[in-house]
């Protein structure tokens, strides 16, 4: 038998060689299933090789499944699984049009990681650490960040923080799922939810055994009367910077929502997500701190450091507290220990506080920039959520249609997103939420201008989509939407 077997032999590793040679002839059906192959003395002399060459890559193949090997009938080509006929290539996706300006939210600055500081903090880290602190060690995180953060947030936040009530998590998605999944081990849980509310972890949420209520927010933040005439026992909220409108829970608003808490024997899941960027005045304090036996408190370092990080953490009851580290000791042992060290050695030296300063000052800078630069070139939209976070809420001037201006910024280099999404009911007004983070403030009025001849372009789109709609009331909704006769 010739089996076609091709072989460099300056480039040595011979074995190897015929390993991948016949490795390749059966994949490809030259050499089909039950094939007999040559004896490897054979084999041997017509390649001009020794016998153990034949031998070494005999047995490689047939440890890989690709050759079986009986005592009496020799060696075959084993019967695989055929390959398909035809193998469909995949759609080419049309090239995305190139981005000048990105303005979508939820992404910080990154280019201001504190890659120094960092830096330090880990060189530090792995001269002081003792060898036993690499490896397994507590589920619920290293002792040493979770007494740095409790202190940090007991200062900061006016958390009521205890090391032994925290719980380090792979930022605040990992801790809604490590809750909701304590919540519901036997009955799904009806959730309540900000109505509008960010989408990204719509997905988790329900995984984790949730079921949304929408709940409307208004200019105090949640509506706690609309919130009471629900079943929920357990709400999702942003106070401190709610997304995607930017308002701050009133004081008002947040007594009502810890005593609904006491009446219904509920809980409250309070998403800390941006709260170290307040720009009238200090940080509201968070509402843990004033109802910590119904409230969780969640945060994270993906909008003060990086999202890559993938840090955050937990504050609750003992209970739910003790429940989320059995879950993570069963699951995925705990997080990173140098980076949980490391952090902690950020916080405890003064470098995390000293780079949050330098980002407030960075970040209002820009938000200054996008707001004199709307109110420049686009007078007719309101802009909302200025005194906090990183974006805004931008509703648009009367008659644009938001799907129209987002394309037409598309156009001319500006990403935008727009927020009828994030809502369950309608959202009044067609808005767009603006992040602000990434650009400097001398690029952002340029990017303001070219979102501005957007909505000029598009002014007409929204009184043509309006009156069409007058016109068949169902011409806006997708299929499965549509009214039923």
Not at 21 to 35: D, H, Y
Not at 115 to 141: C, K, N, S
Request: net charge positive.
């Amino acid at each position: 038998m010739d089996l076609h077997l091709r072989l460099d032999r300056s480039a040595g590793g011979l074995a190897d060689q015929v390993t991948a040679e016949l490795r390749t002839a059966i994949r490809s059906g030259r050499l089909a299933g039950g094939v007999r192959l040559p004896a490897t003395r054979d084999l041997a002399r017509d390649l001009g090789t020794s016998r153990g060459v034949v031998v070494e890559a005999y047995q490689q193949l047939v440890a890989e499944g690709f050759l079986a090997s009986r005592q009496g009938s020799g060696t075959r080509v084993a019967h695989l699984q055929p390959a398909p006929a035809t193998v469909l290539a995949p759609p080419v996706p049309s090239a995305p049009r190139p981005v000048a300006y990105d303005l979508t939210a939820g992404t910080p600055d990154l280019s201001a990681f504190p890659r120094r500081a960092w830096l330090a903090a880990l060189r530090q880290v792995l001269q002081t650490i003792p060898h036993a602190a690499l490896g397994y060690g507590d589920a619920g995180g290293v002792p040493e960040l979770r007494a740095e953060l409790a202190a940090y947030l007991r200062r900061v936040r006016a958390a009521d923080a205890a090391a032994q009530r925290l719980v380090v998590t792979n930022g605040v998605a990992q801790g809604l799922s490590l809750v909701i999944s304590a919540l519901a081990r036997a009955d799904p849980v009806l959730l309540a939810v900000e109505d509008p509310h960010s989408m990204r972890t719509v997905s988790l949420l329900e995984a984790a055994g949730a079921r949304r209520v929408p709940v409307p927010v208004d200019e105090e933040g949640i509506d706690v009367g609309a919130l009471r005439r629900t079943p929920a026992r357990v709400v999702l909220v942003t106070p401190a910077h709610q997304y995607p409108t930017g308002v701050v829970l009133s004081p008002r608003r947040r007594t009502q929502l810890a005593a609904w808490a006491a009446e219904v024997d509920g809980l409250v899941l309070e998403d800390d997500y941006d709260a170290e960027f307040r720009y009238d005045r200090d940080p509201v304090g968070c509402l843990q701190g004033l109802c910590p036996q119904r409230v969780v408190l969640l945060g994270s370092v993906s909008k003060s450091l990086a999202p890559g990080l993938r840090l955050g953490w937990l504050v609750a009851p003992a209970p739910l507290a003790d429940a989320a580290r059995r879950a993570r000791a069963t699951s995925d042992l705990g997080s990173p220990a140098i980076d949980q060290y490391a952090l902690a050695r950020l916080i405890a030296s003064g470098a995390y506080d000293r780079h949050l300063r330098q980002l407030r000052r960075r970040y209002r800078a820009r938000r200054d920039a996008m707001t004199t630069a709307l109110a420049r070139w686009l007078p007719g939209a309101v802009v909302r959520g200025v005194s906090a976070g990183i974006q805004l809420y931008l509703e648009l001037p009367a008659g644009r249609d938001q799907d129209a201006v987002i394309a037409a910024a598309a156009e001319r280099g500006v990403a935008v997103e727009g927020a009828a999404p994030l809502w369950a009911a309608a959202g009044g007004r067609p808005a767009l939420v603006l992040g602000f983070a990434r650009l400097p403030e001398h690029r952002i009025p340029q990017a303001v201008r070219l979102l501005a001849e957007a909505a000029t372009a598009t002014a007409n789109a929204g009184s043509r989509r309006a009156s069409s709609l007058m016109a068949d009331p169902d011409a806006g909704l997708g299929a499965s939407t549509r009214r039923q006769p």
